[in-house]
T-cell receptor, first 115, second 115 residues
Framework: AAGVIQSPRHLIKEKRETATLKCYPIPRHDTVYWYQQGPGQDPQFLISFYEKMQSDKGSIPDRFSAQQFSDYHSELNMSSLELGDSALYFC??????????????FGPGTRLTVL | AQKVTQAQTEISVVEKEDVTLDCVYETRDTTYYLFWYKQPPSGELVFLIRRNSFDEQNEISGRYSWNFQKSTSSFNFTITASQVVDSAVYFCALSEGQAGTALIFGKGTTLSVSS
């Protein structure tokens, strides 16, 4: 079965640079979520989109922005990168279920290292 | 406010032992969903189970079983006859309300199964 695709899988950037992470949801999934997982930490929710509109927002820094496109893929844009942004970034997708809460299926993650 | 507590940080067992991972949650909503995810050393987050607040039936899937008790706000996970491949970090998570809403994760329990 098709899974969530994230690219790139690994990314190395310098401080103050920008980065763009891409997420391609499972086919027919219309909701996309972004999470950040620091070393030894639990995943922290950043932001989600349903039908290209922001659905929920968590602790996403102002330096980060995200959007969902007409083909449902999503991009997370990160500017003025800091050392503390080094983490594993997960994208997840879910279908809109009849009971309105559906399982979030996670991609393999993008490991971002900021030097 | 919603919160998930996994009091066991690390558990070590020997193969074929049974092990239970505890999860206690807090929420003010009457409608909510509980999840378990597995994160093996390779890093991906693998969905294991979803439970809604109206369904307290326990569930068994092979060597895995889950015990949901609203009276104690607990959603515990038992692995029977553990195997080395079960070694991973296990996260319990909570979601309230609507599609597109964040998952709130516990801190995770690291399970190490030795042969």
């Amino acid at each position: 079965a098709a899974g969530v695709i994230q690219s790139p899988r690994h990314l190395i950037k310098e401080k103050r640079e920008t980065a763009t992470l891409k997420c391609y949801p499972i086919p027919r999934h219309d909701t996309v979520y972004w999470y950040q997982q620091g070393p030894g930490q639990d995943p922290q929710f950043l932001i989600s989109f349903y039908e290209k509109m922001q659905s929920d927002k968590g602790s996403i820094p102002d330096r980060f922005s995200a959007q969902q496109f007409s083909d449902y893929h999503s991009e997370l844009n990160m500017s003025s990168l800091e050392l503390g942004d080094s983490a594993l970034y997960f994208c997840a997708s879910s279908p809109l279920g009849l009971d309105f809460i559906d399982t979030q299926y996670f991609g393999p993650g993008t490991r971002l290292t900021v030097l | 406010a919603q919160k998930v507590t996994q009091a066991q940080t690390e558990i070590s067992v020997v193969e074929k032992e049974d092990v239970t991972l505890d999860c206690v949650y807090e929420t003010r909503d009457t409608t909510y969903y509980l999840f378990w995810y597995k994160q093996p050393p390779s890093g991906e987050l693998v969905f294991l189970i979803r439970r809604n607040s109206f369904d307290e039936q326990n569930e068994i899937s092979g060597r895995y079983s889950w015990n949901f008790q609203k009276s104690t706000s607990s959603f515990n996970f038992t692995i029977t006859a553990s195997q080395v491949v079960d070694s991973a970090v296990y996260f319990c998570a909570l979601s309230e309300g609507q599609a597109g809403t964040a998952l709130i994760f516990g801190k995770g329990t690291t399970l190490s199964v030795s042969s």
